[in-house]
């Protein structure tokens, strides 16, 4: 695949009536497979980690939390973009997707209890790793026009990765905080051992040279990074394999009831507003 | 340095930390850095919600950027506050948290929808704007030095502000009646953002007297209203017919005050209302949830490990 807009259709069912388009080639499933998993995961981490602007326990820790969270958003516009390419319209994206089409890991869609900065410090971190992992197998894409932004997603994700480690060992320092981060890596892990399950595309994704490396070779790398570290800060990982698993897993398009009210919460105003297409700024404020 | 010294001297940054000023013209500018400094702590309670309602990609993302430049904000006037030497940063935050601290009127009002985001960041950031121009000649300079780069960004929320309500307004009909409502409700709280006819500002002669204001509540209203009037009716709000606004014989606008309800506003002053408690409410609320981090920091700031360059 060259990039082209190759009709990708199937596409998350739209509430919207859209003119169809010409029937995909496995590679645009692939390919919208591949962004979809990519924009999702990010929206939803952002999402959800503008929650704590204006509610950190710092100023500094606000604002670079929310560095982070805009960070984010950016990829997710840089993958929403390419889909655009494809033919996808910003509704069909985000606003009138169905929830069951998401396909971000239940990771990034959980709720956090006001007290929840514990939660923050390590669900970031596990993703953030994770992040930097997927982006790096994505550098060398037969995809060209993803190649293009995979660069500057990555020059971001050293500072995500910094922060959360830095928080990781000034809380892990004090018995109460490592408490919390225990609790956390508890409830976070068994979400966090989703983010490489695969989709239904996944042997044409590879099979395009889409990316290069397989998810199961990721999830083992992952595995190797997190685990020690976390337990270099003195927490307990469990057995990846003795987990007992949540019953959604995200990356089939099942979720946490946590996902259906996020969603119904961020469209709310966009159902009731019902304006013509989503406004776009590039250039002038955003 | 004493009073009558300061008061001969004022002018736009005329003082600074080497200066010696008076414990009176200290505690003014104190109090009036502190006010400023917490209105951008809890506008932003009202702006963070305007980011779940966010209707598209692009204007979530500028309006995560604007809470964090109100939090950028509020980091650079506690620190222009303290260098008065009244106050630490924590003590004020502390009485933010605790119900003393005080901040404008607009901020004791719980938003839920959309329609409120150009209330708050094209009417109420605009009226700050030029509020905040004219305090680039304050005489405290660590202050007017905050609003250099304070006012440059408000442009940027105004631009932002300004851009949804044109959105708003060129929506449906039933888009454009409930913008038009929800003008309705904040028109009057806008126009008491700049408080009381000035013979009833208690501490606004002494400030203007020292050069820390530069500019009258009433001429602020009046220039507010001139610049912000037309642009109102030109995105079709209708204004309400009250307070009424009428042209004084120079030209200029002015509000009947009397049309306005200032019990309302002296209970919000006295953060006695309804919504001041509200927004204080979830001001301590929130702070206390994760008071166990700032703690954990200390311990780790007081131990070997600790730098302080890590405290973010």
């Known amino acids: 695949m060259n990039g082209d807009a190759d009709g990708v259709t199937d596409a998350p069912a739209a509430a919207s009536p859209r003119p169809r388009r010409p029937r995909p080639r496995p590679a645009g499933r692939a390919g919208g497979e591949l962004l979809f998993r990519l924009a999702d995961d990010e929206f939803v981490h952002a999402e959800r980690l503008t929650e704590w602007q204006i509610y950190a326990p710092t100023l500094e820790s606000d604002l670079a939390l929310a560095n982070i969270a805009q960070d984010e958003f950016g990829h997710a516009r840089l993958w929403y973009d390419l889909l655009q390419e494809l033919g996808y319209t910003e509704e069909e994206c985000i606003w009138r997707r169905d929830p069951d089409d998401w396909t971000h890991a239940t990771l990034v869609e959980l709720a956090f209890a006001d007290d929840g900065w514990g939660d923050a410090v390590v669900r970031t971190y596990l993703y953030d790793t994770a992040e930097r992992l997927r982006l790096e197998a994505l550098v060398d894409t037969s995809y060209a026009p993803l190649a293009d932004r995979v660069g500057k997603a990555l020059a971001e994700e050293d500072y995500h990765r910094d922060h959360a480690v830095s928080w990781l060992e000034r809380l892990a320092s004090d018995d109460d905080a490592r408490a919390r981060l225990q609790a956390a890596v508890d409830d976070l892990f068994p979400h966090a051992l989703s983010l490489f399950a695969p989709g239904a595309h996944e042997d044409d994704i590879r099979a395009n040279g889409f990316r290069r490396a397989s998810l199961a070779d990721m999830r083992a790398e992952w595995l190797d990074t997190v685990v020690p570290t976390l337990e270099g800060y003195g927490l307990v990982v469990p057995e990846p394999d003795d987990v007992e698993r949540p019953a959604a897993r995200g990356r089939d398009r099942t979720h946490t009831d946590d996902w259906g009210d996020l969603q119904a919460a961020f469209t709310a105003t966009h159902r009731e507003v019902d304006f013509d297409r989503p406004a776009r700024l590039r250039g002038e404020e955003a | ?312």
């Open chain 2, 1 to 312: 340095m004493d009073i009558e010294t300061v008061k001969e001297r004022a002018g736009p940054r005329q003082f600074g930390p080497n200066d010696d000023m008076p414990e009176e013209y200290r505690k003014a500018a104190t109090r009036m850095i502190q006010f400023h400094a917490n209105s951008e702590v809890m506008g932003g309670y009202l702006d963070k919600e305007f980011t779940r309602h966010a209707p598209s990609l692009d204007r979530k993302l500028a309006n995560t950027a604007k809470v964090q430049d109100e939090i950028g904000h509020a980091q650079l006037l506690y620190r222009a506050a303290e260098t008065l030497g009244v106050k630490t940063r924590d003590e004020m935050l502390d009485e933010l948290q605790n119900g003393e601290g005080k901040f404008l009127n607009c901020f004791h009002y719980p938003v839920d929808s959309w329609y409120e985001a150009p209330m708050i960041d094209f009417f109420v950031d605009g009226g700050a704007m030029r509020r905040q121009a004219t305090l680039k000649s304050t005489s405290w300079t660590p202050y007017a030095h905050a609003m250099d780069k304070v006012c440059f960004e408000e442009g940027f929320h105004v631009k932002h502000g300004e851009s949804i309500l044109r959105e708003l307004m060129r929506g449906s009909k039933a888009t454009q009646e409930r913008t038009q409502e929800t003008f309705e409700e904040w028109w009057p709280r806008i126009l008491q953002f700049f408080g009381p006819t000035n013979d009833q500002s208690t501490h606004n002669d002494f400030a203007m007297d020292v050069g820390l204001k530069t500019v009258t509540n009433d001429e602020l209203r009046n220039s507010f209203l001139n610049m912000y009037v037309p642009k109102a009716e030109k995105y079709g709000l209708e204004i309400p017919e009250s307070p009424r606004i009428f042209e004084r014989d120079d030209g200029t606008m002015a509000v009947r005050e009397s049309d306005l309800d200032w019990d309302e506003f002296w209970t919000i002053a006295k953060n006695d209302s309804d919504g001041s408690h509200e927004q204080i409410g979830s001001r301590a609320r929130r702070q206390e949830a994760v008071a166990w981090v700032r703690d954990s920091l200390d311990n780790w700031e007081g131990s070997a490990a600790g730098t302080p360059q890590a405290a973010d």
